[in-house]
C-alpha cells in the first residue's frame, strides 16, 4: 500500500492506519513524517538507525522532539555558568518507525505512535518549530546577492516576507536569516588575510617597533592574529603593572572574537597594549595569545591580570603566569549580579563595598608607603 493511498486526515491516523504503509525510499517516508507532524503542530527529530553489517541502513526512526528527559548531568551541572534552557523533553512516546524490506525492496511501517504528553503547536505557532525552519538554497543565495548590493539583513527579511505573503510563509524565521548569512562570512577569506598580512607588513616600514604574529591552519587559512604597535610597547614599558584582558564577542565582519589587551597610565586613562583576532575562544588559543603577547613585550609579567573569568582564560593564565595576581573585573561581577541576584539593594550594596575597598586599599598603599 502506497503512502498516498491513506486515504485519511492526518488528524484521525492511528497505528491500526499506518503499520503496513509501505514508501519506495527512506527519504519519503522521512518526508512523510515531516510533512504529518506540521500538520499536526509538533516537532520532528531524528530517532534511531541501525545497520546491516555491509554498513546499509535498514531501520529508521524518528521521534517528537520532545521525546525522552534531559540528562541530570545537564541539570544538576555544579560548574553551570548560565542559567540552563527551558525544558522541551517531557517524556512524548510519539514516534515513526519504518524497515527496509529485502522481498519487496520497499520501507514498511512498522510502528507508528500518534498520541502526545503535550499541547500541539497552533497554525500561528507552526513555523516556529524547529524541525519545519529552513531557509532554501535559493532564498539564501538571492538574500546573499542582495546583502552584496548594499540591503541590511532587516531589509532583506522585508522583502521575503512580502514576496511570500507573510513572514509566517517565509520558511525560517528572522533569526534562521541573520545565522545564515552570518555563517557564509565568518572567518577570514584568502583575499582579506593576504590583504591584512601585506598591510601589516607595511606597518613595519612606518614603525620598526611594530609587531605581529599570526597562525595558519592544515589548509593554510588565518586562524589566530595578534598585533601591537611601537606606542603600546613603550606604554606597556611603563605601565604595564596592570594588565586588563578581555574579548568582545564576534562584533566583527568576520564573526571572530577580538581580544583587547588594555592598561592605565599614570593619568588615570586607558591606554592599549595589543589585539588580537582569534577562531575560538579555547584554552589553547588564550594561550597562543598570551604568548606572543609575553614575545612582543620581552617576557616581560604584569603584576595583576584582570578578566572577565572566561575558564578557557583563566587556565591559559594559571599555565603561563602563575605568579601573576589574578582578579576578575568589578565591572564583570556587578553585571553578573544585575543578571542573577534578584535581591532589592543587593547590587548597590556590593557596588559600594566594591568601592569602599578600593578606596581603603589605596589609603593604605599612599599613605602606608609616605610612612
Avoid at 541539570?75 to 517524556?91: L, Q, T, Y
Avoid at 552584496?148 to 524565521?173: P, Y
Avoid at 591584512?196 to 606597518?203: C, D, H
Wanted: net charge positive; proline share 2%.
Amino acid at each position: 500500500m502506497e503512502s498516498a493511498n491513506i486515504g485519511k486526515d492526518p488528524s484521525d491516523l492511528l497505528e491500526e492506519d499506518m503499520v503496513g504503509v509501505e514508501f519506495k525510499s527512506v527519504e519519503k517516508a522521512e518526508s512523510f513524517y515531516h510533512i504529518y507532524s506540521k500538520i499536526i503542530g509538533f516537532s520532528v527529530r531524528k530517532n534511531q538507525c541501525r545497520k546491516n553489517q555491509a554498513g546499509i541502513v535498514t531501520t529508521r526512526s524518528w521521534c517528537c522532539s520532545n521525546k525522552g528527559f534531559r540528562r541530570t548531568k545537564y541539570i544538576k551541572n555544579p560548574n553551570r555558568v548560565r542559567e540552563p534552557r527551558s525544558e522541551i523533553r517531557i517524556g512524548c512516546r510519539a514516534m515513526f518507525r519504518v524497515c527496509y524490506s529485502k522481498i519487496t525492496k520497499l520501507w514498511v511501517v512498522k510502528e507508528f505512535r500518534a498520541n502526545h504528553n503535550h499541547c500541539m503547536a497552533t497554525d500561528m505557532q507552526k513555523h516556529f518549530l524547529r524541525s519545519h525552519r529552513k531557509i532554501s538554497a535559493a532564498k539564501l543565495e538571492q538574500a546573499k546577492l542582495l546583502k552584496k548590493a548594499g540591503m541590511k539583513t532587516s531589509e532583506i527579511w522585508n522583502l521575503f516576507v512580502h514576496q511570500n505573503g507573510g513572514w509566517d510563509k517565509v520558511g525560517c524565521t528572522k533569526k534562521d536569516l541573520y545565522n545564515s548569512l552570518a555563517a557564509g562570512r565568518r572567518g577570514v577569506d584568502d583575499l582579506d588575510a593576504n590583504t591584512t598580512l601585506t598591510f601589516l607588513q607595511s606597518k613595519l616600514d612606518i614603525d620598526p617597533e611594530f609587531f605581529y604574529a599570526y597562525m595558519v591552519d592544515e589548509e593554510s587559512r588565518l586562524t589566530h592574529l595578534f598585533w601591537a604597535d611601537g606606542a603600546s610597547r613603550f606604554d606597556y614599558e611603563l605601565f604595564g603593572d596592570s594588565l586588563a584582558f578581555d574579548s568582545t564577542y564576534k562584533t566583527n565582519r568576520c564573526q571572530m572574537p577580538l581580544v583587547v589587551l588594555v592598561g592605565s597610565n599614570n593619568h588615570g586613562m586607558t591606554c592599549v597594549f595589543g589585539f588580537a583576532l582569534i577562531q575560538n575562544e579555547t584554552a589553547e588559543t588564550y594561550t597562543w595569545v598570551l604568548q606572543k603577547f609575553l614575545e612582543c613585550m620581552k617576557d616581560k609579567l604584569p603584576e595583576t591580570i584582570l578578566t572577565d573569568g572566561c575558564r578557557s582564560m583563566n587556565k591559559a593564565i594559571e599555565d603561563l603566569m602563575p605568579s601573576v595576581v589574578h582578579r576578575t573585573c568589578s565591572w564583570h561581577i556587578l553585571n553578573n549580579a544585575i543578571k542573577h541576584v534578584h535581591e532589592e539593594g543587593f547590587v548597590g550594596e556590593l557596588r559600594n563595598l566594591i568601592k569602599r575597598y578600593i578606596s581603603n586599599l589605596l589609603v593604605t598603599l599612599i599613605y602606608g608607603a609616605s610612612g
